[in-house]
């Protein structure tokens, strides 16, 4: 299982590169067109392109935040514990995460459903279909409840294996280590 985590923490850190990656092709589209503008011209639609951006971007980037720790956390009691106790508020944490990252995921579909029976586009000059922004936004979603549901089996495993420190390296706290 260890080796499935290592692998899930550097595809995450490639999916991480790609989803900062679009985010800054939305940046330098977004600044063209300011400067584009002072010649009388315009792309136009880049609020709407960037929004997309932001979009797909988040829900692809919080499985890397998953795997690198960086979800907050308040750790007041878990502080005070032993390595097993620890682990055990590590095991509620991941255990949550992942219902909510599942609950979402599964409530995704229904909107790109809506999308694609209507056949929606934006209610803008661009008309975009949604159904595409919608379909990165939704699998985005998908890969960070199998991430979180990874690293839950990964860390329950590991703890009632009584490995408890290996339940902090995968989902315990960064700054502990």
């Not at 985005?140 to 495993?157: C, D, P, Q, V, Y």
Request: aromatic share 12%; with cysteine.
């Amino acid at each position: 299982m260890q080796n499935i985590v290592c692998w899930l923490k550097s595809f995450n850190e490639w999916l991480a590169i790609a989803a900062g990656s679009l985010l800054l092709a939305s940046v330098l589209v977004t600044l063209f067109d300011i400067i584009a503008r002072q010649f009388g011209m315009s792309l136009g639609g880049t609020d709407e392109l960037s929004g997309y951006a932001m979009a797909i971007s988040t829900s692809w980037g919080i499985s890397y935040a998953l795997t690198c720790m960086a979800h907050v956390r308040i750790d007041l009691l878990r502080a005070r514990r032993t390595s097993k106790g620890q682990a055990m508020f590590d095991i509620i944490a991941v255990l949550a995460l992942a219902g909510t990252a599942i609950v979402v995921a599964y409530r995704v579909w229904p909107v790109l459903a809506r999308t694609i029976k209507y056949g929606s586009t934006a209610n803008t000059t661009l008309e975009t279909p949604l159904w595409i922004p919608q379909s990165l936004w939704m699998m985005g979603w998908m890969w960070f409840a199998a991430s979180a549901l990874i690293i839950a089996t990964a860390s329950l495993l590991a703890f009632f294996s009584g490995r408890f420190e290996q339940v902090n390296s995968i989902t315990g706290v960064r700054g502990e280590r």
